[in-house]
């Protein structure tokens, strides 16, 4: 089984309010078809969870009243989306069916408490694809917190054990520097995780209450330690998604699995 995480700067336009980028999603649900896999999909909230969230202050928990009607906001945005992905991967017969982290899993301190992975599972059995994504949850000591995409990955990764894990960003793996800032930075092909920390990473420049780059280097770690391979490859060429996929060689970054 293959776990798949679909980046919120992939699917969506980071900086422009929910602007879901339906060519780029239509691709990936092309080559996620083709590849013919069993796999769980993991998508980011992207500008439809993020903007919103940062302007409520969701990520420091319950403060005030009013931040409810921001969390209320923000989880029907991110559902939306969510019927976006879904709309793109049924139109290739792929059968995705949504598992949303506000009815299947809760919070205690801003870590995940439990999740319903016998959902998951049961449709696994079936046959379906198992969709899930970054959401709001309600947590038991701050009210409620952000559920990243990432931290469902590492949760998911440890249960299910997955073949790959593989993260669709919007660059080609990682750099020896940001490349967005830094000409000189190259790509990573293949690193350990002791060599991740070394690790420049690249700095957020959109609203991003999940800690970015940063968070999702530390759940990839994370993965690797449980001796699980992890790909990061980039979402704007999908060809190289299935090319990885069937095993075959393309452009991206391989983590290898083992113990720091
Ligand atoms: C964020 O999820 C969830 C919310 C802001 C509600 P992610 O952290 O997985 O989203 P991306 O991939 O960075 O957009």
Redesign the pocket.
């Known amino acids: 089984m293959y776990l798949i995480k679909l980046?919120?700067?992939v699917i969506t336009e980071?900086a422009k309010r929910y602007t879901f980028r339906t060519k780029v999603m239509d691709h990936l649900a092309r080559e996620l078809k083709k590849a013919s896999q069993d796999m769980i999909i993991v998508h980011?909230?992207?500008s439809f969870?993020?903007i919103l969230?940062k302007e409520h202050d969701l990520d420091k928990g319950y403060k005030q009243d009013t931040q409810r009607f921001g969390f209320a906001k923000?989880q029907a945005k991110?559902q939306q989306l969510n019927n976006l992905v879904l709309d793109a991967l049924h139109n290739y017969n792929i059968v995705a069916v949504s598992l949303p982290p506000h009815s299947t899993v809760t919070f205690n301190n801003h870590a995940i408490k439990y999740i319903d992975y016998t959902l998951f599972e049961r449709y696994l059995e079936e046959e379906f694809t198992p969709v899930t994504f970054?959401?709001?949850v309600l947590d038991d000591s701050r009210g409620f917190s952000?559920?990243?995409?990432?931290v469902l990955m590492q949760a998911l990764a440890t249960h299910f054990k997955p073949e790959k894990v593989m993260f669709v960003i919007d660059e080609d793996g990682l750099y020896t520097a940001n490349p967005k800032l830094d000409k000189k930075a190259t790509l990573v092909t293949s690193l350990t995780t002791q060599e991740l920390t070394t690790l420049s990473t690249a700095a957020d420049t959109h609203a991003?209450?999940?800690k970015g780059m940063g968070g999702k280097l530390s759940v990839i770690k994370t993965i690797a330690n449980q001796g699980i391979d992890t790909m990061l490859v980039n979402g704007n060429k999908p060809e190289r998604i299935y090319r990885l996929l069937v095993g075959e060689e393309a452009k991206h970054t391989l983590i290898h699995g083992g113990k720091t």
């Not at 952000?146 to 990432?150: E, P, Q």
């Open positions: 980046g919120g700067s980071k980011g909230a992207g969870g993020h969230a923000t991110v970054g959401d709001v952000i559920c990243s995409g990432d991003d209450v999940t």
